[in-house]
């Protein structure tokens, strides 16, 4: 059974700091991997999604990459602002989706 | 840009009630989902579908059962509304081709009092 595991599981950095979420996964036979964001009691926007075929893919500040044979992701925020402040998942594809617990961000001012 | 639409948004009720939590999306999409999440905590997966009259049980037990008559719209009911039904419902929907992204909707808070 597919386990995901978000490391840390809680970051609290000053405004401008470059930063690093982990992720982590059992099984390498995905389809895909999103990354998505939670902001308190909303729903989940979907930040990047990589195809099992991709290495990395980026948007603005955000980059994240994908490594299937060690079972691994990263998300890669750079200049961090307090807007980024938030939960992130990451959520492999196999079907349905599955989800890790998430990394609670918070960007100090 | 996704659309998928979620009703009530916000919804107190008392012990005992029957209710219904819409959700609907206009990309035609075949699977769709339910999700249940306390404040603060993990996702949990309690219903999907992957086209009309086709249901699934997640990996959450709930007392919630699901329909899916149409492609566009997958309902949640709960018959008789309990305390412990207290959460945010999540509702969510995947593109059929690949890659396959999955899209949500922005919840229903719901307490029962």
């Known amino acids: 059974k597919q386990e995901v595991t978000q490391i840390p599981a809680a970051l609290s950095v000053p405004e401008g700091e470059n930063l690093v979420l982990n992720c982590s996964f059992t099984d390498s036979a995905i389809y895909n991997l999103q990354w998505f964001r939670q902001d308190p009691g909303k729903g989940l926007t979907s930040l990047l999604l990589?195809?099992?075929?991709?290495r990395e893919q980026t948007s603005g500040r955000l980059n994240a990459s994908l490594d299937k044979s060690s079972g691994r992701s990263t998300l890669y925020i750079a200049a961090s602002q307090p807007g980024d402040s938030a939960t992130y998942l990451c959520?492999?594809?196999?079907?349905?989706?599955?989800f890790g617990k998430g990394t609670r961000l918070s960007v100090i001012a | 840009e996704a659309d998928i639409y979620q009703t009530p948004r916000y919804l107190v009720i008392g012990t005992g009630k029957k209710i219904t939590l819409e959700c609907s999306q206009t990309m035609g999409h075949d699977k769709m989902y339910w999700y249940q999440q306390d404040p603060g905590m993990e996702l949990h997966l309690i219903h999907y579908?992957?086209?009309?009259?086709?249901?699934e049980k997640g990996d959450l037990s709930s007392e919630s059962t699901v329909s899916r008559i149409r492609t566009e719209h997958f309902p949640l009911t709960l018959e008789s509304a309990r305390p412990s039904h207290t959460s945010q419902y999540l509702c969510?929907?995947?593109?059929?081709?690949?890659?396959?992204?999955?899209?949500f909707g922005p919840g229903t808070r719901l307490t029962v009092t």
């Open positions: 990589i195809q099992s075929s991709q």
């Open positions: 579908s992957y086209g009309v009259n086709s249901t």
């Open positions: 959520a492999v594809g196999n079907t349905p989706l599955v």
């Open positions: 969510a929907s995947s593109d059929n081709v690949d890659p396959y992204e999955q899209y």
